[in-house]
């Protein structure tokens, strides 16, 4: 499992931007995660998706504001992120795991990551 995840860049607060993981083919159980990192800090679950049944699950601080998709025809995830707050700068990585958890650790697979900004 290769992972590419896209999108990243600087927006200013209260905008708006869609990441894009591109997973290649996976098992119809597969789980995908969204987590993102501060320097220095520890890696935090974001959201995930269980590509078979689309159900997803978000971490409290961005529920409302961020929406986790799939795309199994074209083999990809996307996190749409709406209403921005600086708080949200991270690099932002998608992973690929077989269970439907916010652990990292229960995540094998992970894609290089891309940063958001958000400033003004």
């Known amino acids: 499992v290769q992972l590419q995840a896209s999108g990243g860049g600087l927006v200013q607060p209260g905008g708006s931007l869609t990441l894009s993981c591109a997973t290649g083919r996976l098992y119809s159980s597969a789980v995908i995660g969204w987590f993102r990192q501060v320097p220095g800090k520890e890696r935090d679950f974001v959201a995930l998706?269980?590509?078979?049944?689309?159900?997803?699950y978000y971490t409290d601080s961005v529920k409302g504001r961020f929406i986790i998709s799939r795309d199994n025809a074209e083999n990809m995830v996307y996190l749409r992120m709406n209403s921005l707050k600086p708080e949200d700068t991270a690099v932002y990585s998608c992973?690929?795991?077989?269970?439907?958890?916010?652990?990292?650790?229960?995540?094998?697979?992970w894609g290089q990551g891309t940063k958001v900004t958000v400033s003004s």
């Open positions: 992973a690929v795991g077989s269970t439907f958890e916010s652990r990292a650790a229960a995540y094998k697979y």
């Open positions: 998706i269980r590509r078979s049944s689309g159900t997803t």
